[in-house]
């Protein structure tokens, strides 16, 4: 034996390359505020046309399932963004 050593590999765990799951759980609580703030906008835009209001905590509510696809979606464009910059 020479005495050197092999170069080894990081671990998966250090690479950094992240999930879109775990983007996805990072981007949640913004991703989903961004969501009931556009459903707000729209309800004003709405009340406008003739409508009904949407009141702000009504768009809080209807954000929280409504911000998993869209957080999901923001997780992928991060994930690719990411991607993209490695390159």
Known sequence: MSGTKSPSRKAP?????WPVWKLA?????A??????????????IAHSAGF??????????????????ATWLAGRWVRGLMDESED
């Open 13 to 17: 765990a250090t690479e950094g390359k």
């Open 31 to 44: 991703t989903t505020l961004t969501v009931a703030i556009n459903l707000f906008l729209a309800g004003l």
């Open 25 to 29: 759980g990072l981007l949640y609580p």
């Open 52 to 69: 009904g209001i949407i009141e702000p905590v009504t768009a809080l509510v209807w954000s929280i399932p409504l911000g998993i696809p």
